[in-house]
């Protein structure tokens, strides 16, 4: 049998299996956690490419636009991962997907260490806005009381803090990634398949 | 009342004050404070001088021959950013280069009451020199020290603070509110 056609006959293997798997309502992630999950990855990434492109800009009235609207999707995500957890704890997850005990712990503690810094780096980012004497007032309307004194020590350390914490925090996006991608299509699990919306009106499938 | 103000009467009295620096009888300038609030995008911008002089005689009985100067260094800002204090001290900002200090001469001083008084004076910043009234309000701390506060508002377009794009109020509010906090000491 010639090569891709013995791909194509793979293929068709493993979108079967899938399909079945993301049809199976019970291992797959409820649509309010999927919403939540690719919510908070569309801010973050949004505010890391701005968090990293205003920091170079000279100081324009641009630049300060820019940093207003980082904390309000800083602290927006903030208040998303506590809705996130408060969900969780009420729906709890879908069982894992088969694999290895070490990958099974590997997932849980890369989770629990994401969770923790989306809850930690906007805390990060408003005590240095502080401590450089600068407000945060979410949206333009609610103001946030000033945390730590204005300090220059103290800003500079928060800032080391707040980028240290950015380059964990999107280290283990990288390897939670990745791990999605093998599952997907290295392992062909749903371990994907579960946590993307379903596509066309249920039971369109066939 | 007359019990409160009498207890004052010796320190004032005692406030003929060649401040600034040094001098046991000056102001207690690591005490005393000179800040600012700004607004940015409506957001509260905090920041003070590190460095600056003053020469105030207080003479609460002789309000004639009491006065006020204030003598501040701009380059000596605090904002906790070294780039927001490159930016300040720069052309469109303060310009340092140029003018390097910003002056406070009182004209006249009176008593509005209840140990408060208002401090009517000439401010100069960037070449511009416009009259100011400084309300004060007088206490004693823990210490005994004599505590001045008073803040007043300015308006930075006035002084061209923030000149070229920076003259958009929407981004920078043209409204810049000063604290002082002047610390004397008790007589010895």
Known sequence: ?206 | MMVLLRSFIPSLGALLLAAGQAGAQGLLIDKSEIRFVSKQLGVNVEGRFRKWKANIVFLPKNLAKSKAELEIDLGSIDLASDESETEIKSPSWFNTAKFPVARFASTSIKNVGENRYEIVGKLTLKGVTKDVVVPIALKKDATGNSVAEGSFPLKRIDYKVGEGMWSDTEMVADDVVVRIRMVLPPLA
């Open chain 1, 1 to 206: 049998m010639p090569v891709d056609s013995l791909f194509a006959v793979e293929l068709k293997r493993t979108v079967r299996a899938l399909r079945a798997m993301a049809m199976d309502e019970r291992g797959r992630y409820g649509g309010a956690a999927i919403a939540l999950h690719w919510l908070t990855a569309v801010l973050i990434l949004t505010n890391l490419t701005l968090g990293l492109s205003m920091v170079p800009l000279p100081i324009i009235p641009r630049k300060l636009q820019w940093y207003a609207w980082h904390k309000w999707i800083g602290i927006t995500v903030f208040l998303l991962t506590w809705a996130r957890l408060g969900w969780r704890w009420t729906h709890p997850a879908p069982p894992p997907v088969a694999m290895p005990e070490w990958q099974r712990r590997a997932a849980e503690v890369t989770q629990t260490l994401m969770y923790a810094l989306l809850l930690v780096i906007p805390v990060s980012g408003y005590l240095y806005s502080s401590a450089t004497g600068v407000q945060v007032v979410y949206l333009g309307l609610v103001p946030l009381p000033n945390l730590v004194p204005t300090d220059k020590a103290l800003a500079g350390l928060l800032k080391g803090i707040h980028v240290a914490l950015n380059f964990t925090l999107f280290s283990l996006v990288f390897v939670h990634t990745v791990a999605a991608l093998k599952h997907h299509f290295v392992d062909r699990d749903p371990a994907l398949m579960r946590m993307l919306p379903r596509i066309g009106p249920k039971g369109s499938a066939e």
